[in-house]
């Protein structure tokens, strides 16, 4: 059962990872310094003295640039892929029971691509927020980003199930309007993200 948690955990740190790339690390290198989580063998310098600094001086930088308007839209691009590297690695991190390429296999499908779904989304909102409100609105959304990465992240270490079922809700809302952003695009019309 320790197992499954596992499991859960790294999905809710992955998807927290699709909001804020730092965030989540952070949470997960307090709460393995403190005790609450385990990390997997070669993954322990996450928990370290060195790591929570960084991580820490990162999410700073990081939410300090998401409220700066041309800067935001930037940060998306560069977030994309780092979102998945790091929704991989916290995974990876917390499952312990699995053999090695098992787990690497299932941080990066469920994780890498749960972070990047994620990530995809909030991408697309922020560039539509951009055109209709010309920036001004994005500080909203850059709050509501920060606050889905803190709460998911901390649910994920504290609450699995919970953090699972808000991320499956995230998941398919992401899904759903992608799918009918496909469809409009089909039938001639505009994005609809």
């Known amino acids: 059962m320790e197992g499954i948690f596992a499991v859960i955990t790294g999905i809710g740190l992955s998807a927290a990872c699709g909001f804020r790339v730092f965030v989540p690390l952070l949470a ?3 709460a393995s310094r403190y ?4 990390l997997a063998p070669g993954f322990d310098w996450i928990g370290g003295s060195y790591a929570a600094m960084a991580f820490a001086s990162a999410t700073l930088l990081e939410i300090i640039a998401y409220y700066i308007p041309w800067l935001d839209n930037a940060m998306d691009a560069i977030a994309s892929p780092v979102s998945v590297i790091a929704g991989t690695i916290a995974a990876a991190s917390v499952i312990t029971d699995l053999p090695p390429s098992v787990r690497w296999i299932f941080a990066l499908i469920a994780g890498g691509g749960i972070a990047g779904i994620l990530q995809g989304t909030t991408t697309a909102l922020r ?3 951009s055109l209709i ?3 001004t609105g994005n500080p909203f959304f850059s709050t509501a980003e920060l606050a889905g990465s803190v709460v998911i992240a901390v649910l994920a ?3 699995p199930i919970v953090s699972l079922v808000l991320v499956a809700s995230l998941v398919v809302f992401a899904l759903f309007k992608a799918g009918r952003s496909l469809s409009t695009k089909r039938k001639g019309g505009s994005y609809g993200l």
């Open 157 to 159: 270490i504290v609450v």
């Open 133 to 135: 409100t010309g920036g």
């Open 35 to 38: 005790g609450y989580l385990h």
């Open 127 to 129: 560039a539509k927020s």
């Open 28 to 30: 997960l290198s307090l």
